[in-house]
């Protein structure tokens, strides 16, 4: 009886693991949605020069984003930014300038900020992607 508990707690342990490796959850600081109203998303292009000119600015090699997607038929997708590579001075002024400029990315569709997301890759489509770029 005590090697059939014993095993019986082996074979729940190990679907224990496998469940939370196919949940997995990554937790963003920041999080930018772009959305489609009717005909695509925003240009990032003014986001990509703002992330350029705070990097130059604040003296940092690389910015990576996480880009999280495709998450509908008109291109929607999410930008996750982890901040790891901003001091907390950084980071409060990198949060506060995106949120100024983020509104203004309206031309097809929406971009909307969103701060301490936890993604569940569970929940996405199988053909959804996470790919890390940099800028």
């Known amino acids: 009886m005590t090697r059939f508990l014993i095993c019986i707690s082996f074979v729940l342990i190990g679907f224990t693991a496998k469940a939370q490796t196919k949940d997995s959850i990554i937790h963003y600081p920041i999080v930018v949605e772009f959305q489609s ?3 695509g998303v925003p ?3 003014p986001l990509v020069s703002f992330l350029k000119n705070f990097k130059r600015t604040n003296k940092i090699k690389k910015i990576k ?8 038929r008109e291109g929607e997708y999410h930008l996750g930014f982890k901040l790891t590579e901003f001091n ?3 980071k409060k002024s990198f949060i506060k300038k995106l949120k100024l400029i983020v ?4 031309d097809k569709g929406l971009a909307v900020v969103n701060e301490n997301v936890d993604v569940y890759l569970s929940n996405f489509a199988s053909n959804v992607t996470l790919e890390s770029v940099y800028y």
């Open 88 to 90: 907390r001075a950084q």
């Open 43 to 45: 240009s990032e292009a």
């Open 65 to 72: 984003v996480y880009k999280i997607g495709p998450l509908g």
């Open 103 to 106: 509104p203004k990315l309206k």
């Open 37 to 39: 109203v009717c005909c």
